[in-house]
């Protein structure tokens, strides 16, 4: 266990739903991150944020992604109008920034659309 | 954002010290190297990080080379749970720190 929590684990959803994942980051860490992973791959980015403020997101997979942190806490990203090529596991990772930014991953949300 | 190139697969028995080469031609200045573990169904694990020579903690040591092309992950007697799959990145970690994943090296304990 690494501090940091995603809900749910397993989200089974039909096309065309839309989803919405949380992440709990470890407390005192002001960066949080999202990855997909689809099987066989490495992690791929998708957004980042300092604290409440989303850094960079140009790597959303499209304008059905989106991610909030409202409170510079916890994290949610949804996914709207579902589609097959979406399942994927879901990570969120957290850090405290340089000059170490060894990033704690959560388990993961693992999605299947279908 | 350094591109890197490990290998795919390896084997290795248990009590075995492993070695994974990661090559990274075009690492920047300011860019540190990290390798992380993932086992299936998890998220990575931070390993070890480095920028120059050799560091060496807990669990690895990491080789890096007076012109930082490449870089080597060094796992003391491993075992069965060593089985995993190792990532080696490459950037700067203060720029932002998203990290740019491989394929990874897909490790093999054998009894």
């Known amino acids: 266990d690494t501090g940091v929590s995603q809900d749910p684990r397993h989200k089974i959803t039909k096309r065309g739903q839309n989803v919405t994942f949380r992440c709990d980051p470890i407390s005192e860490h002001n960066r949080l991150y999202w990855y997909r992973q689809t099987l066989g791959q490495g992690p791929e980015f998708l957004t980042y944020f300092q604290n409440e403020a989303q850094l960079e997101k140009s790597r959303l997979l499209s304008d059905r992604f989106s991610a909030e942190r409202p409170k510079g806490s916890f994290s949610t990203l949804e996914i709207q109008r579902t589609e097959q090529g979406d399942s994927a596991m879901y990570l969120c990772?957290?850090?405290?920034?340089?000059?170490?930014?060894?990033?704690?991953f959560g388990p993961g949300t693992r999605l299947t659309v279908l | 954002l350094a591109k890197t190139t490990q290998p795919i697969s390896m084997d290795s028995y248990e009590g075995q010290e492993v070695n994974i080469t990661c090559s990274h031609n075009?690492?920047?200045?300011?860019?540190?190297i990290t390798w992380y573990q993932q086992f299936p169904s998890q998220g990575p694990r931070f390993i070890i990080q480095?920028?120059?020579t050799k560091v060496t903690n807990e669990v690895a040591s990491l080789f890096i080379p007076a012109d930082r092309k490449s870089s080597t992950l060094s796992l003391p007697r491993v075992s069965l749970s060593d089985t995993a799959v190792y990532y080696c990145l490459v950037g700067d970690i203060n720029q932002g720190g998203k990290l740019i994943f491989g394929q990874g090296t897909e490790l093999s304990v054998k009894p």
């Open positions: 075009n690492i920047a200045t300011n860019d540190y």
């Open positions: 480095g920028y120059k």
């Open positions: 990772a957290s850090t405290l920034g340089a000059p170490k930014d060894e990033q704690f």
